[in-house]
């Protein structure tokens, strides 16, 4: 028996809205979730009782994504990460979200992009984000770390920068 489809958006409409922004410009971002939740809406009732939902919805995500890469690919992908809240600036969990981070997120080359938000804003495995992207589990494991890497080597470049200023 399946759950009411409202249920489904209300469980999993945050994390898809998380990928899409990962992926998109806020405006392009809005449209691929609201696409992606119409057709999910229709394949809804075919769904297998024991289906991994929120893999099934990052998938259609992914392809309205793509879809709107598609529209217009010289736009600048990911502008918009949600701000962190007043208060928050100071805390450590506050600062990967804020701009710095999320403009090298933005830099990241697009399949390290892709993997990092499928694993850690979708919640996918890497043998499920190796489905979406048609590849192998080893070769989203290592676009995952490189991502993470370059991460990493920025962020330590970005601190040593606020240290001398």
């Known amino acids: 028996m399946q759950i009411p489809f409202e249920r489904i958006v209300q469980d999993h409409g945050l994390a898809v809205l998380r990928v899409c922004r990962a992926l998109l410009d806020e405006h392009r971002a809005q449209d691929a979730w609201s696409e992606t939740f119409l057709?999910?809406?229709?394949?809804?009732?075919?769904?297998?009782?024991?289906?991994?939902?929120q893999a099934w919805l990052v998938t259609?995500?992914?392809?309205?994504?793509?879809?709107?890469?598609?529209?217009?690919?010289?736009?600048?992908l990911a502008?918009?990460?949600p701000e962190t809240e007043v208060g928050q600036a100071g805390r450590p969990e506050a600062r990967i979200m804020d701009g710095?981070?999320?403009?090298?997120?933005?830099?990241?080359?697009?399949?390290?992009r892709f993997v990092l938000a499928y694993r850690y804003l979708g919640g996918l495995s890497y043998a499920q984000i190796s489905q979406i992207l048609s590849?192998?589990?080893?070769a989203a494991r290592?676009?995952?770390?490189d991502g993470i890497k370059n991460l990493r080597t920025h962020w330590k470049h970005a601190q040593m920068l606020e240290e001398l200023s």
């Open 39 to 53: 057709a999910a809406l229709k394949a809804y009732p075919d769904l297998p009782d024991d289906a991994n939902v």
């Open 100 to 112: 710095e981070l999320w403009q090298a997120v933005k830099a990241l080359p697009q399949k390290q």
């Open 79 to 81: 502008e918009v990460l």
């Open 135 to 138: 590849g192998s589990e080893a």
């Open 60 to 76: 259609i995500a992914h392809r309205k994504a793509i879809d709107e890469l598609r529209k217009n690919p010289s736009e600048v």
């Open 142 to 145: 290592r676009a995952g770390s």
